[in-house]
């Protein structure tokens, strides 16, 4: 995989494009007004890897509860606003890190000029956000529907507005419900501008279908070489959306954060009972942040190998089974005290105690 290069941008804390590493973002799913539960829930999420946080504007209420939220997280504010520009001055004025907006439902041009003047003056970028619900009247008549190249020239039209009126600290995402056309707008995109893109599939669903869906997308896009901030849209608590994100970018190779755990579908050679220690070892080890790869194979035809390449693993037989460490064969170990053993290896890997 070799990505695509683009403009770097800054968002807070995090650079987006340039080569950056690929962040991992989310939406809090809280009504923003309730400053309480809203940090609370971004809290929760910064510790299992949310780096970019974003959240709906509403109201203007909405817009003046950002400021206190912002001085009590520690990961990038994203206000996501529609309809109303002033939301987006308010926004800005309130120390957001970034604004994701849709330049053509914001309001009048006067008012998408306003709010590129106050974000190139706070240092803000800004994302233009195109999805197939809402693309524009005159060019769902142009191209009878949301087709990718409805969507490229939404946000290329978008685009022209802004740096109209000197605004190039853009990233931009155009995004489908349907994977295919999400994968050709966005390579038609990338094709044709250097600025980041925010990759996702929109409105992907519940978390298994959802999950899928956002794999193929985000996954292709991502083999492609293009992609340098993601988001998985899930029906569901936010901190799926965090985990899902991460197992896509470890399995492609991309980053790798806490355990990797690799675990045979099980067949009637399978002697141990490999669910039991897979649901053991993640709850164990929810909370580890370092990369390891875990191996629980339930056989010997694939099992000593996968467990010798891994980090930590182990290998079952009959009645019993082989704990490796690092490519060593540690010890043989009677079924019932498999688990444990294996949870003991990798907590003395990484020094850290086992959760009780």
């Keep these: 995989m070799k990505r695509k290069r683009t403009k770097a941008v800054q968002l807070g804390s995090v650079t987006i494009g340039g080569g950056a590493p690929i962040s991992v973002q989310s939406m809090t799913k809280t009504d923003t007004r309730d400053i309480e539960s809203t940090v609370k829930q971004i809290l929760s999420l910064e510790e299992i890897g949310c780096e970019i946080i974003r959240l709906a504007v509403l109201d203007r209420e909405a817009a003046e509860a950002l400021g206190p939220i912002r001085k009590r997280i520690h990961i990038p504010l994203v206000a996501d606003i529609h309809f109303d520009y002033r939301l987006a001055l308010t926004a800005v004025a309130n120390g957001v890190d970034g604004l994701r907006i849709n330049p053509g439902n914001i309001g009048s041009e006067t008012g998408v000029e306003k709010v590129a003047h106050a974000a190139r003056a706070a240092g803000v970028p800004i994302r233009i956000g195109v999805n197939s619900g809402s693309v524009e009247k005159d060019l769902l008549e142009k191209h009878k529907k949301p087709t990718a190249r409805a969507l490229l020239e939404s946000a290329m ?182 688990c444990d053993a294996l949870l003991e290896e990798i907590h003395r890997l990484t020094n850290c105690d086992r959760v009780q």
């Design 157 to 338: 039209r978008h685009v022209g507005l802004l740096e109209k009126y000197g605004f190039e600290d853009i990233v931009l995402s155009l995004k489908a419900t349907d994977v295919r056309t999400t994968v050709e707008a966005y390579r038609m995109a990338a094709a044709k501008t250097e600025y980041p893109l925010h990759v996702g599939v929109t409105e992907a669903g519940p978390y298994g279908s959802g999950t899928v869906k956002s794999a193929v997308g985000i996954g292709t896009l991502l083999y492609l070489g293009i992609g340098d901030t993601i988001r998985v849209s899930l029906t569901g608590k936010p901190h799926e959306e965090v985990h899902v994100g991460w197992d896509i970018l470890t399995s492609l190779g991309l980053r790798v954060r806490g355990p990797e755990i690799i675990s045979c579908p099980t067949c009637g050679r399978c002697q141990i009972d490999v669910l039991g220690i897979v649901e053991k070892v993640k709850a164990d080890t929810k909370n580890l942040k370092e990369p390891l790869k875990i191996a629980i194979m339930g056989c010997v035809v694939n099992g000593p190998g996968e467990a010798r390449e891994a980090d930590v693993g182990v290998a079952g037989g009959r009645g019993s089974g082989v704990l490796f460490s690092k490519g060593e064969i540690i010890r043989t170990v009677p079924d019932d005290q498999l």
